[in-house]
């Protein structure tokens, strides 16, 4: 488990320097923030209330050790200048890691650049990752039960 959060971290600390050091002209533009749920407004579904959701959708207690990893993929989080690419939120599970992020647009971002190394899967604003050692044994069956979930979730809020 310590290795997980420990790849995790690494892992995230290494996607935020590459998402924000991309072509500027390929990343989102810092527009007004719409006032959708965000990291400091707990209303609605987040990354968090999705872990739980995805868990209860395919039949189990818990996805397995949630933990909280925003300051890997935010700047914000990290205690730094944000950015428009930061993430909203980070929940890693031993099953999938849950990127939530303030628009589909900032997802899509992650996804084009993050997906051509691991699978990443979008969802809205919502990303799934399986790209850390624990993560990498969830079956595709699972990872497309998990996908279909977060969709059926998405669309109740």
């Given amino acids: 488990m310590r290795t997980r959060t420990i790849t995790a971290a690494v892992t995230g600390a290494t996607l935020l320097l590459a998402l924000v050091a991309c072509d500027p002209a390929a990343e989102p533009t810092t527009e007004s923030k719409p006032s959708a749920p965000s990291s400091s407004q707990p209303a609605g579904l987040t990354a968090k209330k999705a872990a739980a ?24 989080a990290a205690g730094e200048k944000p950015h428009a690419n930061d993430c909203s939120q980070l929940i890693t599970t031993d099953t999938v890691s849950i990127y939530e992020f303030e628009t589909p647009k900032v997802a899509a971002h992650w996804v084009k650049q993050m997906g051509k190394q691991q699978d990443w899967r979008q969802v809205d604003r919502f990303a799934l990752a399986f790209g850390a050692r624990d993560q990498a044994l969830t079956s595709d069956e699972r990872r497309d039960e998990l996908e279909q979930a977060l969709e059926a979730l998405v669309a109740k809020e």
Avoid: F, I
């Fill in 53 to 76: 959701g995805l868990a209860d959708a395919t039949g189990v207690k818990t996805l397995g050790d949630p933990q909280d990893n925003t300051a890997g993929c935010s700047q914000e």
